[in-house]
């Protein structure tokens, strides 16, 4: 959808008595309109909500502070362990900074973390976290359903069998 046509949609959930709008789905920071859009349903009186996994929240975390009423960061592990989950590295730090940064700015950012066999020992570690930084958190239990693996990368294909989890 171009930008116009989402400002179309909003206006019209907005006359619809929609909310709220969540703006999700892959990194939404990577589309050059998501700020704009959050403005919009922000202006019209909508709830809105950002999910990312903070890479780029730095860069505009001085608008979002102003147009985003929760900020929900995806973190799973609280180290640069998280990099390798994610295959990009950086993204842990990148992400820390970026919630600094928003909160800084009087941004309200939640973690989320999804656990699973593979670091469920990260529970305790991304409480302290979430603790020491300061923002509330939210645990996912990611559960695996059959012939998932098949479809899964192959760095994450053969960490699950090595960790012996079950697929049935």
Not at 81 to 103: N, Q
Not at 137 to 148: E, P, T
Request: aromatic fraction near 10%; glycine fraction near 8%; hydrophobic fraction near 40%.
């Amino acid at each position: 959808m171009t930008t116009q046509e989402v400002f179309s949609m909003l206006k019209q959930a907005r006359k619809l008595n929609f909310v709220g709008y969540v703006a999700w789905g892959g990194e939404p920071l990577l589309r050059s309109d998501t700020k704009d859009i959050l403005r919009c349903a922000h202006d019209l009186g909508l709830f809105t909500c950002l999910i990312t996994n903070g890479t780029f929240l730095a860069d505009y975390a001085k608008e979002l502070a102003k147009t985003v009423d929760l900020t929900i960061v995806s973190l799973d592990y609280p180290s640069n362990y998280h990099d390798a989950l994610r295959g990009s590295k950086g993204c842990f730090s990148k992400a820390l900074a970026g919630i600094s940064s928003l909160t800084n700015f009087g941004g309200r950012v939640a973690l989320n973390c999804v656990l699973s066999k593979l670091k469920a020992e990260s529970a305790q570690k991304m409480l302290e976290l979430s603790k020491n930084i300061d923002v509330r958190i939210a645990f996912d239990l990611w559960k695996f359903f059959q012939g998932l693996i098949k479809n899964m990368p192959c760095r994450l294909r053969n960490a699950v069998a090595y960790s012996g989890m079950s697929w049935n």
